[in-house]
């Protein structure tokens, strides 16, 4: 079942931007009530978390290859997470996913602490 949806994925030029959106499907989830998570996974890599934000008060972290361009931010009227992605590199190139999960703890890039997960969006920067 089809719970979190990712858009906003595309081709890029190095030093480009694009804003992820992620949306609970038809409503299932109430994003503000959970932490939530994105990861990207490139081909042939493991799975990396990338920013993830904390329910409860806020908390937000970045991995440190993204602090200072990507940002995480929640429009809860639209129960829609989104990430921008500024100053673009090759290096981000990968498969994007966001995923939900309790909010009993700060957030982390440890995946088991997610429950729900997106199919993934592809972000890839090529000139």
């Known amino acids: 079942q089809l719970t979190l949806v990712e858009s906003g994925g595309g081709l890029v030029q190095p030093g480009g931007s694009l804003r992820l959106s992620c949306a609970a499907a038809r409503f299932a989830l109430d994003l503000e009530y959970y932490n939530i998570g994105w990861f990207r996974q490139a081909p042939g890599k493991e799975r990396e978390g990338v920013s993830c934000l904390t329910g409860n008060d806020g908390t937000i972290n970045y991995t440190k290859s993204v602090k200072g361009r990507f940002n995480i931010s929640r429009d809860n009227a639209a129960n829609t997470v989104f990430l921008q992605m500024n100053s673009l590199k090759p290096e981000d190139t990968a498969d994007y996913y966001c995923?939900?999960?309790?909010?009993?703890?700060?957030?982390?890039?440890?995946?088991?602490?997610?429950?729900?997960w997106g199919q993934g969006t592809q972000v890839t920067v090529s000139s």
């Open positions: 995923a939900a999960g309790p909010r009993y703890y700060l957030c982390s890039f440890d995946a088991a602490q997610y429950t729900y």
